[in-house]
């Protein structure tokens, strides 16, 4: 089974400081790994996944998360963060076997940008 | 553009009610999944479907039951809502054919049970 570990469900920053989302995830297995993000009254859009390749990934927006195997972790970072990414964050794995598309999230990181 | 759609944004049942979600996607996905979003929780599945008429339990199915009778729809049925059950459910769907693929998912209903 797969679990995900976001250690931080809180995270307050001013504008255009760096941030830093925590993620850790558990397997037995091999996996995909996500960052979804919520924006107030909406649903969950992805953000970025890590698939193969390269560890290091990037999203359109300026966010970059670096697939860590040793210490299975995925986190999340931004050099300089703006109001408009105030925004909920969930961290999710995928088992690489498995056709049935099945996400494990973790609990979610409420970032919010102070101006 | 992917959309999947919820029938409601906003609903309010009272104790003891059936209460049908549905949600619509108009990908061709072969998968689909309910989930319900509770703060300090995050997302918990509680029903998924690879296939028109097949179904699979999550991780919190008790009080709920689902229907995929069309490949596009799939439907979350709380049988006698209950106020525990108040909360944001969120739809989704994904491809199998891509098995890497994204959770494309709606906008959440918001079920308020009195």
Excluded at chain 1, 39 to 62: D, E, F, M, R, W
Excluded at chain 2, 10 to 39: A, I, S
Excluded at chain 2, 90 to 97: K, N, Q, T, Y
Aim: glycine share 6%; with cysteine.
């Amino acid at each position: 089974a797969q679990s995900v570990t976001q250690l931080d469900s809180q995270v307050p920053v001013f504008e255009e400081a760096p941030v830093e989302l925590r993620c850790n995830y558990s397997s037995s297995v091999s996996v995909y790994l996500f960052w979804y993000v919520q924006y107030p009254n909406q649903g969950l859009q992805l953000l970025l996944k890590y698939l193969s390749g390269s560890t290091l990934v990037k999203s359109i927006n300026g966010f970059e998360a670096e697939f860590n195997k040793s210490q299975t972790s995925f986190h999340l970072r931004k050099p300089s963060v703006h109001i408009s990414d105030t925004a909920e964050y969930f961290c999710a794995v995928k088992n690489r076997g498995s056709t049935l598309g099945r996400l494990y999230f973790g609990r979610g990181t409420q970032l919010t940008v102070w101006p | 553009d992917v959309k999947v759609t919820q029938s409601s944004r906003y609903l309010v049942k009272r104790t003891g009610e059936k209460v049908f979600l549905e949600c619509v996607q108009d990908m061709d996905h072969e998968n689909m999944f309910w989930y319900r979003q509770d703060p300090g929780l995050g997302l918990r599945l509680i029903y998924f479907s690879y296939d028109v008429k097949m179904k699979e339990k999550g991780d919190i199915p008790e009080g709920y039951s689902v229907s995929r009778e069309k490949k596009e729809r799939f439907s979350l049925i709380l049988e006698s809502a209950s106020t525990n059950q108040t909360s944001m459910y969120l739809c989704a769907s994904s491809s199998l054919d891509r098995a890497t693929d994204t959770q494309y998912f709606g906008p959440g209903t918001r079920l308020t049970v009195l």
